[in-house]
């Protein structure tokens, strides 16, 4: 298999209109390579929580995190009929002292919702980081031109003079807008965290023994070795869906 169908997301509209870097970020070398680092960090913390797990086991999960092989993964899913069982075979394949316990207590969410939560973060930054190039280059156009006189509209007709650079703040400003709203969104963008099947966390309660305090440190210590300041207080099996409206307004509102 071809590096490119590693490192890039396929779609019909990709080819026309995504870039290289936001291909990267949806691809499947970032998607499994992400779930592999979200098995490191639970296993790190249950064995930090004091669950038997060698270090042997940690460290080949380590050395392991990038060593994807999806044709193999795509045998393993044929015969498992599951895509989170095959990588996790194939993950055991590459740390084979970890095969035990990767994803131990979790659920398919724990893997494919906080990748997502992950991956929007990024594709946010990336958005956001353009969003600056733009504004900068039209803060430029702004000075430069900001005493050539144009016509000013209203109702689609002409009224009175304004000028080219003040004409371009009005874009400017939507701009500075949208990094805003991003911003916001980045600040409240929360870890679905570890919350087992149905969010009652009880195959995590059952591994430590009914020991609460223990599954809310679980939680809190593998949001933290993925970056995330917080959890969702609460979850079913997924992340609340209205934060994916939330994300899709921000980026109806950049496209606007």
Same mark, same amino acid.
């Given at each position: !298999?071809?590096?490119?169908?590693?490192?890039?997301?396929?779609?019909?509209?990709?080819?026309?209109?995504?870039?290289?870097?936001?291909?990267?970020?949806?691809?499947?070398? /970032?998607?499994?390579?992400?779930?592999?680092?979200?098995?490191? %960090?639970?296993?790190?913390?249950?064995?930090?929580?004091?669950?038997?797990?060698?270090? &042997?086991?940690?460290?080949?999960?380590?050395?392991?995190?990038?060593?994807?092989?999806?044709?193999?993964? %795509?045998?393993?899913?044929?015969?498992?009929?599951?895509?989170? !069982?095959?990588?996790?075979?194939?993950?055991?394949?590459?740390?084979?002292?970890?095969?035990?316990?990767?994803?131990?207590?979790?659920?398919?969410?724990?893997?494919?919702?906080?990748?997502?939560?992950?991956?929007?973060?990024?594709?946010?930054?990336?958005?956001?980081?353009?969003?600056?190039?733009?504004?900068?280059?039209?803060?430029?156009?702004?000075?430069?031109?900001?005493?050539?006189?144009?016509?000013?509209?209203?109702?689609?007709?002409?009224?009175?003079?304004?000028?080219?650079?003040?004409?371009?703040?009005?874009?400017?400003?939507?701009?500075?807008?949208?990094? &805003?709203?991003?911003?916001? /969104?980045?600040?409240?963008?929360?870890?679905?965290?570890?919350?087992?099947?149905?969010?009652?966390?009880?195959?995590?309660?059952?591994?430590?023994?009914?020991?609460?305090?223990?599954?809310?440190?679980?939680?809190?210590?593998?949001?933290?070795?993925?970056?995330?300041?917080?959890?969702? %207080?609460?979850?079913?099996?997924?992340?609340?869906?209205?934060?994916?409206?939330?994300?899709? %307004?921000?980026?109806?509102?950049?496209?606007?």
């Amino acid at each position: !298999m071809n590096d490119s169908s590693l490192t890039r997301y396929v779609h019909p509209l990709t080819e026309r209109y995504s870039s290289q870097e936001m291909q990267e970020v949806f691809s499947p070398a /970032r998607r499994f390579g992400t779930w592999r680092r979200l098995w490191l %960090a639970l296993a790190e913390a249950q064995k930090e929580l004091g669950l038997s797990i060698s270090e &042997e086991a940690i460290q080949e999960m380590r050395n392991a995190l990038d060593g994807l092989d999806l044709e193999k993964a %795509a045998e393993y899913e044929r015969r498992f009929r599951h895509d989170v !069982m095959a990588h996790v075979h194939l993950f055991g394949d590459s740390a084979p002292a970890a095969r035990s316990i990767i994803h131990l207590g979790a659920t398919s969410a724990f893997i494919g919702d906080n990748m997502d939560l992950i991956i929007h973060r990024e594709a946010l930054k990336l958005v956001r980081a353009r969003l600056l190039r733009c504004a900068r280059a039209l803060a430029v156009f702004a000075r430069e031109h900001r005493a050539l006189p144009t016509l000013g509209y209203t109702h689609f007709q002409p009224a009175q003079p304004t000028t080219v650079g003040k004409r371009a703040t009005l874009w400017l400003q939507d701009f500075l807008l949208d990094i &805003e709203e991003i911003d916001f /969104r980045l600040a409240g963008l929360r870890f679905r965290g570890v919350k087992g099947t149905t969010g009652t966390q009880a195959s995590f309660l059952e591994l430590f023994e009914g020991d609460h305090e223990k599954v809310e440190r679980l939680d809190a210590e593998v949001a933290e070795r993925i970056g995330f300041e917080s959890s969702f %207080a609460v979850t079913g099996q997924t992340y609340p869906r209205k934060l994916d409206a939330a994300i899709l %307004a921000t980026l109806a509102g950049v496209a606007a």
